[in-house]
């Protein structure tokens, strides 16, 4: 048994015994109450999922149907129509399957752009979105042909077919800092769509997987003749139960650990949503080949849940910074003297994360420090909650960029990308490269995760006695109404999208996609309000559509 195993095992004889009682009298400390609502999801019912689709029968016929439908696609000459295809790929999430055959199309595609094949605007917006999706520096200049007479702006109308007028809309989304052409692009389509269809996220804001089921559904209604849509339709199907069923499989396991793991019954004022934690990891990485990793950044994800809500609504000042300690030093002894739920919620994040880091350990094969990266940015992750936990004490509302400079730290961001660096890199130095080259990245991400969160929670937030938020510091700075405080937030969000954005061509790196998606399920989560704190609207219907729910074949 290796030190670091034998300091596992010992760490979790230690979580089984008593307690020390705090000598402080609990019943003279007034507690703040979030009114959470309970869980609503019944585990018996869920750990009983079981799909026929785990099945060796069902790979072999997708197998199949890849192999038809690449006969079929092979024969196909006209490069709108292949970028059609690519497109559906990605909107159906076959992409994985097909890796190696969209990089032959798009090297093949791109020797078209010098040739003499005239593109109309929707060609050209589906040419420019597809490429930039794929890391290619495609530059806005695709659209020169497309300008006003003064070159100011593409040349757009209201009398552009809607079609038309929603893939440059998409297109808008891949726009880069300070190309005007794209913004003039992205407001015009917004304010006109608008009055023709109910809008939406941008599918470059959206998460890949939750969206499959609605764009299979709507493929297989548009019901398009072609051999080669019927059989990516058909596939596209089989691999949505067959990858659910891997999903279901998880699921049951971190149920299982969850109820084993004894915190929430020590935490009553906390939020019990393991599930909706395990919706988000599916959402950064729904790969069935990634199923350990879906597991790690669950327990991540809960434990930021349980622990933001122990320096939000139950630790008092002093409680908080010994529990920061505790963290910082990783030395249980410093928990001695805080209330027994606090004690039991450090254990907890103790022992997970010793075992978490280990299990990454034997997955790599390789010596790597990572049960320190771990520890230090739990570390960080709750020296920002204390930072708030201080402010809210005081009663001082901090400058808005106070409030960014330790709001994105205190989102939990850092703690996911990290857990996304060691659970896919393929080895150690992925990593390493990784946070000495793409750390502004990290940063991004965290930082949309702030920003969403305050867009989603203000409200709520604020009737219940949290006062701090980008929203309301904005408003004391500028000394303006919420709606303007949002709308400036909101271009803050989209000028954060284009900073990320420089990233997927200027560096290879196939994790940029997973860091990128923690932003995307932010969106999600937060698009209508806290889908965390109230599980029964958008959340709990994307759980059953995207993880117990199959689809029909026929």
């Known amino acids: 048994m290796t030190s670091e195993q034998q300091s596992v095992f010992c760490n979790q004889i230690h979580s089984t015994t008593s307690f020390r009682k705090s000598n402080i009298d609990e019943t003279l400390i007034q507690r703040r109450n979030a009114n959470y609502k309970p869980n609503i999801w019944k585990y018996d019912i869920l750990q009983s999922l079981k799909s026929q689709y785990s099945e060796c029968k069902y790979k072999k016929e997708a197998q199949k149907l890849k192999e038809e439908f690449l006969w079929v696609v092979a024969e196909i000459e006209n490069p709108l129509a292949k970028l059609e295809l690519i497109d559906s790929i990605n909107k159906m999430a076959l992409s994985h399957l097909f890796d190696k055959e969209i990089m032959v199309f798009l090297q093949n595609m791109e020797k078209l752009k010098d040739s003499d094949n005239e593109m109309d605007l929707y060609s050209t917006a589906l040419y420019f979105r ?63 769509l608008k009055n023709i269809i109910p809008m939406e996220m941008p599918l470059h804001w959206k998460v890949e997987w939750y969206n499959t089921r609605e764009h299979i559904s709507k493929q297989a209604n548009e019901k398009e003749e072609g051999v080669s849509k019927l059989k990516l339709l058909q596939l596209a199907k089989l691999n949505f139960n067959m990858v659910q069923a891997e999903h279901q499989k998880d699921l049951v396991h971190i149920l299982r650990w969850w109820r084993n793991l004894g915190l929430i019954e020590n935490v009553s004022f906390s939020r019990d949503r393991i599930v909706e934690s395990f919706l988000w990891s599916v959402g950064v990485a729904f790969e069935p080949q990634h199923s350990n990793f879906r597991n790690w950044l669950t327990k991540a994800i809960t434990f930021i849940i349980v622990i933001d809500d122990v320096y939000d609504i139950y630790g008092t000042l002093q409680n908080l910074q010994l529990f920061t300690d505790a963290v910082v030093r990783w030395d249980p002894k410093v928990v001695e003297q805080l209330p027994s739920c606090m004690q039991i919620c450090f254990w907890k994040l103790y022992d997970t994360t010793n075992d978490v880091a280990l299990e990454i350990q034997q997955q790599k094969g390789c010596k790597f420090p990572v049960l320190t990266y771990l520890q230090k940015v739990w570390a960080e992750f709750c020296k920002a909650l204390l930072v708030e936990a201080k402010w809210d004490s005081k009663g001082y509302t901090p400058t808005f960029s106070e409030y960014l400079e330790n709001g994105w730290k205190s989102s939990g961001g850092t703690v996911l990308s990290l857990h996304v660096l060691l659970g896919l890199a393929q080895d150690f130095s992925q990593v390493d490269y990784f946070l000495e080259n793409e750390r502004d990245l990290i940063y991004y991400s965290s930082l949309i995760i702030r920003l969403g969160n305050d867009l989603g929670t203000s409200t709520a937030e604020l009737e219940r006695g949290d006062v701090s938020s980008s929203i309301l510091c904005y408003m004391r700075k500028e000394n303006v109404k919420e709606d303007v405080a949002r709308k400036h937030i909101e271009e803050m969000v989209i000028e954060t999208w284009k900073k990320m954005n420089r990233h997927c061509f200027e560096n290879s790196s196939p994790l940029i996609k997973y860091i990128m998606n923690i932003a995307r399920v932010t969106h999600f989560i937060y698009q209508n309000g806290d889908g965390f704190g109230v599980q029964d609207r958008e959340t709990r219907q994307q759980i059953l559509s995207s993880l117990v729910q199959s689809l029909p074949l026929n």
Not at 130 to 136: C, E, P
Not at 139 to 152: A, H, I, R
Not at 160 to 170: A, C, G, R
């Open 130 to 192: 597809i490429f930039r999706q794929y890391g290619y520096n495609v530059t806005q200049d695709v659209f020169l042909s497309y300008m006003d007479e003064m070159g100011e702006k593409i040349n757009v109308d209201t009398n552009m077919d809607p079609k038309t007028m929603m893939q440059l809309f998409e297109a808008s989304h891949l726009a880069l800092k300070d190309e005007n052409m794209l913004d003039e692009a992205r407001i015009f389509c917004t304010n006109n």
